[in-house]
């Protein structure tokens, strides 16, 4: 079955990166149209989609975080990893890696998620 | 950028149908998903591609995308359906959630 599993520190320094893996199985993500993104949650606030990286190794970013985000994947080890750079306060939330499948341009959402992990930003 | 706006709470009673709606410029020229999210829970595909259901969503959930607006109907309300709804659509190469909704049961 198809599982994803988010994993991180659970606290950063403001100005530190941040770096996420998401471990998955279930699927191949060199499979022709399978997606997996990264999405974050603020507490008690609505989601917020930030990157996808697709079966051919395209990437695509939240525009207003563009500069500071970096996804990659390591299809070896069934892995995508996301670095965002100069965190802040604001970026706490907790932190989702989900699949989704792209049919010639048309995404049929995201059907798997992880369980999210929790990333706090403090001094 | 591309936004959605939903209400931010609805309520309704048990049995009674529920209706949560999803704005956006020209939303129904784009495919629209929708997702459960109950509390500490992590969400959960109700539709896609406007109307479809993965399997095992149960049948009271249903949707519609027409003009700027985008709907989920929840035909039958039951407790359990007492969640936060987000609706999302893809839109220039980037995906956007909905501003969210609370459903009272």
């Known amino acids: 079955q198809v599982t994803l599993r988010e994993s991180g520190p659970a606290l950063v320094k403001p100005t530190q990166t941040l770096t996420l893996t998401c471990t998955f199985s279930?699927?191949?993500?060199?499979?022709?149209?399978?997606?997996v993104s990264w999405i974050r949650q603020p507490p008690g606030k609505a989601l917020e989609w930030l990157a996808l990286?697709?079966?051919?190794?395209?990437?695509f970013y939240m525009p207003s975080l563009k500069t500071r985000l970096t996804i990659s994947r390591d299809t070896s080890k069934n892995q995508v990893v996301l670095t965002m750079t100069n965190m802040d306060p604001a970026d706490t939330a907790t932190y989702y890696c989900?699949?989704?499948?792209?049919?010639?341009?048309?995404?049929?959402?995201?059907?798997?998620w992880g369980q999210g992990t929790p990333v706090t930003v403090s001094s | 950028s591309y936004e959605l706006t939903q209400p931010s709470s609805e309520s309704v009673p048990s049995g009674q149908p529920a209706v949560i709606s999803c704005s956006g410029d020209k939303l129904e020229d784009k495919y629209v998903s929708w997702y459960q999210q109950r509390p500490g829970q992590s969400p959960v595909l109700l539709i896609y591609h406007d109307f479809k259901r993965p399997s095992g969503i149960p049948e009271r959930f249903t949707a519609s995308n027409s003009g700027d607006t985008a709907s989920l109907i929840i035909s039958e309300t039951q407790p359990e359906d007492e969640a936060d709804y987000y609706c999302?659509?893809?839109?220039?190469?980037?995906?956007?959630f909905g501003t969210g909704t609370t459903v009272t049961v």
């Open positions: 990286i697709d079966w051919d190794d395209d990437k």
């Open positions: 989900a699949r989704t499948f792209d049919s010639s341009g048309y995404y049929h959402g995201f059907d798997y």
């Open positions: 999302q659509a893809w839109d220039n190469r980037t995906f956007v």
């Open positions: 279930g699927f191949s993500l060199t499979t022709d149209g399978m997606c």
